[in-house]
C-alpha cells in the first residue's frame, strides 16, 4: 500500500510540475508575442483578398515604426488603434470594399501554428485583431511582434527570428522552434 501511494504521489507531483513549467513557458511567450489577426467578411474570393491587403497595409504601417521592442509595440498599438483602423478603411477604399470595421487589442485564443521552421503553441496571446464586415470568412494571422509575419508560410525576416531569441529564454525559443517536440507537446496539453 505504502508504495502505491508513493507512486501516486510521485505522478501527481509530476503532473504538477510539467503543469508549472508549462504555464511558465506560456506566460513567457504570452509578455514576449503580439499576434495580428486579419478576419475576412466571407470566404469569396473578393473578401479573401481584400482580407490580404488590409494585411498588407497594416503590417507595413507598423513596420514603418520600427518598434524594437514589445512594450513599445504594445503602447503604439493602444495609442494608434484609431490611426491603424483609418489605414484599414483606406485600404478598403481604393479597392472598392465596403465594408464596416471592428478592430481591437485584446486577449485571444490561437489555435497551434507552424511556419517553416517555427511552431507557436496554442494559447492565449495579445493581438490586433481586424474583423472585416461580417466577419464571417477565412482568418489570417501572424507573430506582428517580434515581426515574423509571414506569406507562403515562409520567414520574411531572419533578422525577427533573432529578435524572438533575444526576447524568449533559449529554452522557449528551442520549444518553438520545434528543437523540444516532446515540452511543445506538454504546452499543447496544458493550454489555457
Same mark, same amino acid.
Given at each position: 500500500?505504502?508504495?502505491?501511494?508513493?507512486? *501516486?504521489?510521485?505522478?501527481?507531483? $509530476? *503532473?504538477?510540475?510539467? /503543469?508549472? /513549467?508549462? =504555464?511558465?513557458? $506560456? @506566460? @513567457?511567450?504570452?509578455?514576449?508575442?503580439?499576434?495580428?489577426?486579419?478576419?475576412?467578411?466571407?470566404?469569396? @474570393? %473578393? $473578401?479573401?483578398?481584400?482580407?490580404?491587403?488590409?494585411?498588407?497595409?497594416?503590417? =507595413?504601417?507598423?513596420?514603418?515604426?520600427?518598434? &524594437? !521592442?514589445?512594450?513599445? !509595440?504594445?503602447?503604439?498599438?493602444?495609442?494608434?488603434?484609431?490611426?491603424?483602423?483609418?489605414?484599414?478603411?483606406?485600404?478598403?477604399?481604393?479597392?472598392? +470594399?465596403?465594408?464596416?470595421?471592428?478592430?481591437?487589442?485584446?486577449?485571444?485564443?490561437?489555435?497551434?501554428?507552424? /511556419?517553416?521552421? &517555427?511552431?507557436?503553441?496554442?494559447?492565449?496571446?495579445?493581438?490586433?485583431?481586424?474583423?472585416?464586415?461580417?466577419?464571417?470568412?477565412? %482568418?489570417?494571422?501572424?507573430?506582428?511582434?517580434? !515581426?515574423?509575419? *509571414?506569406?507562403?508560410?515562409?520567414? @520574411?525576416? $531572419?533578422?525577427?527570428?533573432?529578435?524572438?531569441? !533575444?526576447?524568449?529564454? +533559449? #529554452?522557449?525559443?528551442?520549444?518553438?522552434?520545434? #528543437? +523540444?517536440?516532446?515540452? *511543445?507537446?506538454?504546452?499543447?496539453?496544458?493550454?489555457?
Amino acid at each position: 500500500m505504502k508504495q502505491i501511494f508513493i507512486i *501516486f504521489l510521485f505522478v501527481c507531483l $509530476s *503532473f504538477f510540475d510539467a /503543469y508549472v /513549467y508549462a =504555464q511558465n513557458v $506560456s @506566460e @513567457e511567450l504570452f509578455n514576449n508575442v503580439i499576434r495580428l489577426h486579419v478576419i475576412a467578411d466571407d470566404d469569396s @474570393e %473578393n $473578401s479573401q483578398s481584400v482580407k490580404l491587403k488590409v494585411r498588407d497595409a497594416v503590417l =507595413q504601417k507598423i513596420k514603418d515604426e520600427e518598434l &524594437l !521592442t514589445y512594450n513599445a !509595440t504594445c503602447e503604439y498599438v493602444e495609442k494608434h488603434i484609431g490611426e491603424l483602423e483609418e489605414c484599414v478603411y483606406e485600404t478598403l477604399r481604393e479597392v472598392g +470594399a465596403e465594408y464596416d470595421v471592428l478592430i481591437k487589442f485584446e486577449e485571444c485564443e490561437f489555435p497551434t501554428k507552424n /511556419y517553416d521552421n &517555427l511552431s507557436f503553441p496554442k494559447g492565449r496571446y495579445r493581438a490586433l485583431r481586424i474583423l472585416l464586415g461580417d466577419a464571417k470568412g477565412k %482568418n489570417w494571422w501572424c507573430v506582428m511582434y517580434p !515581426t515574423l509575419c *509571414f506569406t507562403n508560410e515562409v520567414c @520574411e525576416d $531572419s533578422e525577427a527570428c533573432k529578435k524572438l531569441r !533575444t526576447e524568449v529564454s +533559449a #529554452e522557449t525559443f528551442d520549444i518553438v522552434a520545434g #528543437e +523540444a517536440k516532446f515540452k *511543445f507537446k506538454i504546452l499543447e496539453f496544458f493550454a489555457k
